[in-house]
């Protein structure tokens, strides 16, 4: 299968690790085979090289020149409207119900394991009662 994410210029990545961890940025320009020079003015992180080790490739990216100025990246990230498509991702879906996870109290797990045995009872019984139907008609 062939590689459909590069680090390239306009590539949209997720900041994994360092001063600016869990946001956004644009690749701007490649330093070396180890950094990169992002920017993400939509997101707060300051124009600032970074290594591509701490980075994540997104599968977002955005056209603008060879170390495009501050205003030239954020005017690109609005008109693609990276922030609502970023959003929108099951990976950054993902990451908000791990960081509301780790936020919870035992009284908040408690209330979830009693709704989640609530839903499974409500399933299980409209499950059953179609299984009861369908061998009533003969075809289970």
Sequence with gaps: MPFKK?????????????PAKGNI?????????NRVLIDGPTSGVLRQ????????????KV???????????????NGAKV??????SSWAKRLENKAKRATMTDFDRFKLRKAKSQRNRIVTVAINKKKKELRKAGKL
């Design 6 to 18: 590069f680090v390239e210029i306009g590539r949209v990545v997720y900041l994994a690790d360092g």
């Design 83 to 88: 922030d609502e498509k970023w959003a929108a």
């Design 49 to 60: 090289a970074y290594p591509i080790k701490q980075v994540h490739l997104t599968p977002l």
């Design 63 to 77: 056209n603008f020149p060879f170390d495009a100025p501050t205003k030239v990246v954020r005017k690109e990230l």
């Design 25 to 33: 940025a644009a690749i701007v320009n490649v330093i070396d085979q």
